[in-house]
């Protein structure tokens, strides 16, 4: 787990706030992604950074907003979200987001709790 | 398009037998194909990969998978399980190097 790190690992918010999820990984990577783990559902893509540009937007509302200021780091913003955006939140890194074969390693996600 | 499709959500073995985990993908070109295995309250580990390599593929813990095209299955299996082995079990495919698909997931129990 040291090699991609998250925080915080637990998050409990009210809907008007607003507040981040930062991600940083320690493997040289230069793709880093985040997924939404729900109860009794696949992992969703959300979106997918390469060489720090955004290349994946998988339909997620704009009251999620990402932001990867470098390779290393990787942000997801959140602001007036809803009780179903509960979820575990994962953030993966992979060697270049390429080629078919490039494995992803993940972070231990944060446990997020809309009230 | 790719897809997975695990067939059991949730396998209950006892300590020391066999565990077999079923998955069936579906993909337009040469998948790759790996398992993920998810401990309570932590984050995914990757326990094997096929890259269009060797056909059985040997991961960590004592787990292997064969992939086989003609059946398009990817099954995960280990020959005496472990209570260390209890978690939930992800089989993915990826067509893109960047895009996985994951299956809905297999809950393993191991008894005493």
Known sequence: ETGVTQTPRHLVMGMT??????????????????????????????????????????????????????????????????????????????????????????????????? | AQSVTQLDSHVSVSEGTPVLLRCNYSSSYSPSLFWYVQHPNKGLQLLLKYTSAATLVKGINGFEAEFKKSETSFHLTKPSAHMSDAAEYFCVVSDRGDKLSFGAGTTVTVRA
């Open chain 1, 17 to 115: 706030n607003k507040k981040s999820l930062k991600c940083e990984q320690h493997l040289g990577h230069n793709a880093m992604y985040w997924y939404k783990q729900s109860a009794k559902k696949p992992l969703e893509l959300m979106f997918v950074y390469n060489f720090k540009e955004q290349t994946e937007n998988n339909s997620v509302p704009s009251r999620f907003s990402p932001e990867c200021p470098n390779s290393s780091h990787l942000f997801l913003h959140l602001h007036t979200l809803q009780p179903e955006d509960s979820a575990l939140y994962l953030c993966a890194s992979s060697q270049d987001g390429a080629g078919g074969t490039d494995t992803q390693y993940f972070g231990p996600g944060t446990r997020l709790t809309v009230l």
